[in-house]
DNA sequence: AGAGGTCGCGCC
DNA sequence: AGGGCGCGACCTCT
């Protein structure tokens, strides 16, 4: 194991695609001996987009019982090492897009053990007896990078001033207490709220004795929700709001927060690539996609260096305008901001309503202001409505549906198949039929959203992983430190900083073609070169 | 004491 | 209002 590294730092030269069982388990200790791929095929990961694709429902790889390549990642034990394909293809992020995205691998297996080796030749067999091969591999590809950016990114780190997180911290809350001590500024707060309910000895952290205590004192609320605080009147409402604002900052990123996730000035979450069933990633502690507005002050470029932050506007409206082809929605898109084209095209009076009605469209909203507004967008987009509409109705029988690269969502549980069997026999039980009915709905729901959202995962995955090759041609080595669903942050040397910026405008704009070829739909960027990631936005 | 469920709230 | 999450704290059950 100890030349791994230099045999792949070598073989890399070539441009290979590496096929490996786990990037997540080979790459950080090549990252770490200091060597770079600039491509891969993970097995694991493609295995599980592969399994659940409705584009491919007869193959021998969704056919096969669960096996290994099933289990999560955690669980895997290594079957070999990786192994080495001399890639001589187009790897799915050239100039084809999802009309053909090339051959996957094309070479020779070099050491390859039999479960990789068998495993590859099922997913290639997988991918091209399926109905849309060329979305599949770009989907895989897209995938596989996202994996190696993910390991990057935990490598390099987001650089993290824990001074200035200090500060704040102390400015906020008051200085650091003794281990398991309640901050001063809290307990000043905790002090007027039970001051406010007369309640001396009340555990302010406990939601049933707050609950308990706030309907003693005669407010009228069913639980001790900040939105359901928010709309009473009482002296209790503000030090309550207030308590319970520092002691979020407290629990979830104060100071235990900065001991356990920064060290050396960086912030190492880690991602877990598809670990959201629309694609989106998640992560697994230091709530990385979470990061409170108020802490992003922290996060600094080192001297010399700047942050490029950089967030795709509107990007849910934008997918579903391209992937049902709405020429309208798009001509709506066609300047930086998708809401006011909305306004502008006499379709809202006002931003609010336009984005409230986008959301509602793409999220299933079916009551209150935003359901109110559905006839109207479905007059202006007929073509968006429909195809969201059609995700729902789908969802409701409790059928699979695809993103646009064909990921496919999960079959409902058993549960759910069960109550609606129950709810549709003879003499059902009007109560089992009405919750069956509920049910139903909120999978729709879900089969609406996942087909936006988990397209728009796409998009982004495809923009991140443009973006990496462009990165490796700028000076200086800025590279990827933050990414949040329609969001990217890179660290660069101030000096080409511009030039960072240029790449990922470019990135998006080839992100677009590569998906939805010349769908004239544009993917505006709000793109800031900032010091502190506060200064963004 | 530990597991699992729920609440509440941060992000998109 | 609707979708997707993670996480810490509290609470309850075993």
Known sequence: MADLASVVR?????????????????????????????????????????????????????????????????????????????????????????????????GLVMGADDGVAGELARQLAAVAGSSAPGRLRLLLAAESTGALIAAEMHHDGMPWDAEVHDALLTTLLGPRPPAGGRPARMEELADQVRAALDQPGLRIDSPPDLLRALQQAGLAVSSTSKHELREIEHPVVAPLLAYKKLSRLLTANGWAWLERWVHDGRFRPDYV??????????????????????????????????????????????????????????????????????????????????????????????????????????????????????????????????????????????????????????????ADVRAARQRARDWGRFARNFIVQGTAAEWALCWMASLRRRLREIDGRPHLVFFLHDEVMVHSPADVAEEVAAAVRESAAEAGRLLFGGFPVEFALQVAVVQGYDEAK
Request: proline share 7%; hydrophobic share 45%.
């Open 273 to 430: 690539v598809g670990g959201v069933v629309t694609g989106r990633w998640a992560t697994n502690g230091g709530g990385a996609l979470q990061l409170p507005a108020q802490v992003r002050g922290a996060v600094r470029a080192d001297p010399g260096w700047a942050l490029v932050v950089a967030d795709a506007a509107q990007l849910e409206p934008r997918v579903l305008a391209a992937m049902s082809a709405d020429v309208a929605m798009a001509a709506a898109g066609r300047q930086a901001d998708l809401y006011q084209g909305l306004v502008d095209a006499g379709t809202v009076e006002t931003r609010q309503q336009a984005k409230y009605a986008m959301l509602g469209a793409i999220y299933g909203a079916t009551t209150g202001v935003s359901a109110a507004l559905m006839p109207r967008l479905t007059r202006a987009f007929p073509q968006a409505i429909a195809m969201v509409e059609e995700a729902a109705r789908t969802g409701e029988r409790g059928d699979v549906v695809s993103t646009w690269l064909g990921r496919s969502s999960p079959r409902p549980s058993a549960t759910w198949q069960a109550a609606r069997d129950a709810a549709g026999s003879e003499g059902a039980d009007p």
């Open 10 to 106: 070598e073989r890399e030269q070539a441009g290979p695609r590496w096929v490996w069982d786990d990037t997540a388990h080979w790459y950080p200790p090549l990252l770490a001996a200091g060597v770079r791929v600039q491509r891969c095929h993970d097995l694991r990961l493609c295995h599980r987009i592969l399994r659940g694709t409705a584009l491919a429902p007869g193959s021998a790889l969704a056919l096969a019982a669960p096996g290994p390549w099933d289990e999560a990642a955690t669980d895997t034990p290594t079957p070999s090492g990786p192994s080495l394909f001399d890639a001589f293809d187009e790897d799915g992020f050239g100039e084809e897009g999802v009309a053909d995205g090339g051959d996957l691998v094309d």
